[in-house]
Nanobody, 123 residues
Framework: QVQLVESGGGLVQAGTSLRLSCAASGRTFSTYAMGWFRQAPGKEREFVALISGSGGNTYYADSVKSRFTISRDNAKNTVYLQMNSLKPEDTAVYYC????????????????WGQGTQVTVSS
């Protein structure tokens, strides 16, 4: 079992930055690929970014590429999402997720989910 707890959300102005963190329980964190997803009100959950267990491979949704950076610190059992140049359309609840197998952009590839953290970007 892996428990995930997100933090770092908040209300910010457009053009500013925010860093989300996701702390994981357990001693096998490095064996999990990690992903960030988001869900805006009235919309379906969408993929944001993923990172391999070692941190050597990352992948981003086109909508956040060049603005967001996913990283991880396996010694701290934590994955991060650095969000720069935020836009009002980035407003959503952000979730981190852990995948035991091959991660991807679809939520059903992930085995564990956090409770989410709200990010609101004002114009």
């Amino acid at each position: 079992q892996v428990q995930l707890v997100e933090s770092g959300g908040g209300l910010v102005q457009a053009g500013t930055s925010l860093r989300l963190s996701c702390a994981a329980s357990g001693r096998t964190f490095s064996t999990y690929a990690m992903g960030w997803f988001r869900q805006a009100p009235g919309k379906e959950r969408e993929f944001v970014a993923l990172i391999s267990g070692s941190g050597g491979n990352t992948y981003y949704a086109d909508s956040v590429k060049s603005r967001f950076t996913i990283s991880r610190d396996n010694a701290k059992n934590t994955v991060y999402l650095q969000m720069n140049s935020l836009k009002p359309e980035d407003t959503a609840v952000y979730y981190c997720a852990a995948a035991q197998g091959v991660a991807g952009t679809e939520g059903n590839r992930y085995d564990y989910w956090g409770q989410g953290t709200q990010v609101t970007v004002s114009s």
